[in-house]
């Protein structure tokens, strides 16, 4: 298989496309990878541990050496007939994560004379149902081509909830999109927590250990409103420490704000570590909250995790990963209630060491069902390939995508944010 991605760095999707090569290396199986974006703008180890058991190719190897061009309008480059044979040998599908990339591999198969199926990953589900009826011209296209062109059986929904979403809001036909679980846990993988290392927080005047893993980006609000967290347990003598880990562009938004709030003393910005080292840095702590893929692998470690649901303000919850794993549990719009973190948090403090560490075996067990093997094979199913060639303007793609970003930069908003800001009301509505 070929996936197109734009970089490897420190995050949920890039962590998985490696786990995913690596156990279709121990497989037997062929990957490649088309890397859109420079390589020093990906993460040196995730990029060493891909070049390991997959094909790593850049920009530089499918475009013609319009290097500023290219990295602009990747649609309308002229590409070189021998890269794009290259990155396509072996391969029996190309996998994306968005409508850009899907169009992108169109192009691919065009050029190469092919009609590879095309699988689109929906790792958000807002990656297709942002916005409301007055979109750019550029993300009706994606929309049109992803999920109404391209046979719906290639459509990857990573839990029931997120088709059952998109159908719902969009109100598209993509009754035979595939539903399985992201995968997560590989059979090499060790538990790294012992219940013995509980017994650490076992009063109730011990200082409770919190952290947070990932990129440190708008749609992660969890970060910034977790400090109001932090504040209010202090307020109320809770003895607590909350450090947080990455890099990414919300990273001065967060420390200004522990600045303004005088948290110092209890919340560090932590920066990225090697990924290797997750299992070892997470388990030192009592407490997890997060979302995406790094929730699922806390969870395996051990610690209790509370899901951060993604593009909320306010500092509420569902509860526990353990009692969610089954669902999209960071998307704002599931139908459960909602539950203030403080409360989550101080129930967790009056636990006993029994309950503690119960909860932490159902965590154990609810990751453990994020196999890497089973989704393995998921991918490796026969996937159909589109019956009519798909025309649009490039041209006008390009300059309504480019158009858009400008607009939002003049806004002072990032476009990743709007893409993944989801309206309250709608919320409400559910």
Known sequence: MLIIYSALRLGGIETFFVRLARERHRQGKSTNILLLDKYSESDSELLQKMRAV?????????????????????LLTPMKKTGVDKVLEFATQIHVTNGKNALLADRL??????????????????????????????????????????????LLCFASSTKNFLQDRLSVQIENAKEFRLGVIESTHRHARQPHELRRTKTSDAVLKICAVGRLVEFK?????????IK??????????????????????????????????LVTMRGSFEYSKFDDVVSGYDIFIGSGTAIIQAAFCGVPSIIGIESLENPVSYGFFSDYSEYEYHHPA???????????????????????????????????????????????????????NFNYSRVAYSLSEKIFSLKHKLMGRRVEYTKRKFDKVEVDKR
């Open 54 to 74: 997959a094909n790593v190719y850049t920009f530089e190897d499918v475009f013609y050496d319009y290097p500023i061009l290219v990295r602009r309008f990747p």
């Open 109 to 154: 198969n065009n050029v190469a004379s092919k009609n590879l199926p095309i699988t689109v990953g929906v790792y958000h589900s807002l990656e297709f149902a942002w916005g409301g009826k007055q979109l750019p011209y550029f993300e009706r296209i994606n929309r049109e081509f992803v999920l109404k062109h391209q046979p719906s059986d290639n």
């Open 221 to 229: 609000s969890y970060n910034l409103w977790m400090l109001d967290v």
């Open 232 to 265: 209010t347990l202090r307020e109320r003598n809770i003895p607590v420490l909350f450090d947080i880990y990455g890099d990414g562009p919300l990273t001065n938004k967060i420390q200004a704000k522990i600045d303004a709030l005088g948290l110092t003393d």
């Open 334 to 388: 599931l139908s459960f209630p909602k539950r203030p973190v403080v409360e989550l948090i101080e129930e967790f403090k009056d636990m006993s060491l029994e309950q503690r560490e119960e909860l932490s075996r159902q965590h154990v067990e609810a990751a453990e069902k994020f196999s890497m093997t089973a989704v393995a094979q998921n991918f490796d199913q026969p996937y159909l390939t589109a019956v009519d």
